[in-house]
């Protein structure tokens, strides 16, 4: 039984019918971290002891019959989900030695399952990058090609779940942080509707636009985890109250008659050819499942990189004023007044891409400038909603390339921001828009490097993408990453 490679559902059907322990497979993940991420280096954080001890607890409600869809399966956990009682980084010096008095609610629903936490992984500082080489302690490395980054900011979670080092994980997606790296690392990744997943005790990056979600190894295994994370939460005031149906439900049905949109500008200039193509050739074999293929336009597309760093860097300016050296966090040995004490402290504290970010953010809410940048932005928002329901209103879903390129290496972009902003161009929409969507892998380069697809959906019908995202994976030969 090769353990490391069965998927959620495969992994209950063998606790329920005693064929395994939870123990066993927990040894197995821990076994695995520790001979292959020294040279990946997913974990931050290995909670070795926590995660036997979770092991045992499982497997005692195994035994009694009362186990829920993921009791005993081992997850990670990005790092700035709070996890009461183990570190919570966010990859950054500020809060190296921050440890939460309290959990995530999204982190209490899965514990409620009794699942098995391994330990944390890497990301981009405060979630801002995408190739998770802004991390200050972990610069993950993609299993595909160690030359090449893991994507982000949830790389961590996405190189994690590829190099079988946990079964799932959980990420977080501002821009497109769960899709791209699961499209750099050929693993699927869902980014749920704004305001599905509960933002309570997820470490604040832009508040409009921050979303929870997990990272698997098919649809399926990322609807089981969905079904877990998901409601209402009185914690969080921008949960929606939406009734959580079984998001698996429709897995495995028919795609005939479905609609779905292909618009031209994501397939335009700036995306790599080996990419279009892919994309498109898994557009034909939707054609071929009965699916109708609909050309359509969204011209607001070449909009969306401002409008997404303006609103994104303007409320992380704001979220991330309260590390000040005083209330938590770092705090500089050095100070002589109250003045130079936040200054130091917040110098010393964050990385340069997050003080980027902040100093981007400020200027566009300065006096003189917010409405020249930040008014302009909120308008853009509302275009971008109002051309995506043009598009929902004759078809059903959308189908896109997650990223212009495949996994590079971080001397290509890392180095030059503007590039780096430009690649979240397959993403960023739909953050901006609330809408749901999901990546899976739709093919492979010359070099064996993953390509992903988006597939996007309306409103919380996250039901409807994994569908379709499903319906392909069937078919389709995922190719293991060789470590």
Known sequence: MDIQTMKISALR?????????????????????????????????LTKEKALAQAEKAQKRINDGKAEPLTGIPMAIKDNICTVGVKTTCSSNILENFIPPYNATAMD?????DIVM?????????????STQTSAFKKTKNPYNKACVPGGSSGGSAAAVAADLCAAALGSDTGGSIRQPAAFCGVTGIKPTYGRVSRFGLVAFASSLDQIGP??????DCGIILNAICGADH???????QPVTDFTAKIGGSLKGMKIAL???????????????????????????????????????????????????????????????IKYGHRTAEADSYEELIIKSRSEGFGDEVKRRILLGNYCLSSGYYDAYYRKALGLRQLIRK??????????????????????????????????????ICTVTVNIAGLPAVNTTCGYN?????????????????????????????????KKPKL
């Open 263 to 325: 618009p031209a500008e994501f397939f335009a200039e700036g995306i790599d050819d080996d990419v279009k193509a892919s994309v498109m050739n898994a557009a034909k074999e939707y054609e071929k499942m009965g699916a109708e293929l609909v050309n359509c336009s969204m011209p607001s597309l070449k909009y969306a990189i401002p409008c997404y760093y303006i609103l994104a860097c303007a409320e992380a300016a704001s979220n991330l004023s309260r590390y000040d050296g």
């Open 235 to 241: 914690h969080d005031g921008t949960t929606e109250k």
């Open 387 to 424: 051309e995506y329901n043009d598009i929902f209103s004759k078809c059903d879903v959308i189908l896109t390339p997650s990223t212009p390129s495949v996994a590079y290496r971080p001397d290509e972009k890392v180095d030059d921001p503007v590039k780096m902003y430009q690649a979240d």
């Open 446 to 478: 010359a070099d064996g490097m993953p390509i992903g697809m988006s597939v996007i959906g309306r409103k919380f019908d996250e039901a409807t993408i994994l569908q379709v995202s499903s319906a392909f994976e069937n078919g389709f030969d995922v």
């Open 13 to 45: 059907e063998a606790y329920d019918k005693k064929d395994i322990s939870v123990k066993e497979v927990t040894e197995c993940y821990l076994d695995r971290i520790e001979k292959y991420d020294g040279e990946l280096d997913c974990y931050i954080t």
């Open 215 to 220: 990272v698997g190894k098919d649809s399926l």
């Open 109 to 113: 629903k899965l514990d409620e399952m």
């Open 118 to 130: 391994l330990g944390k992984v890497s990301m981009d500082e405060f979630a801002m990058g995408g």
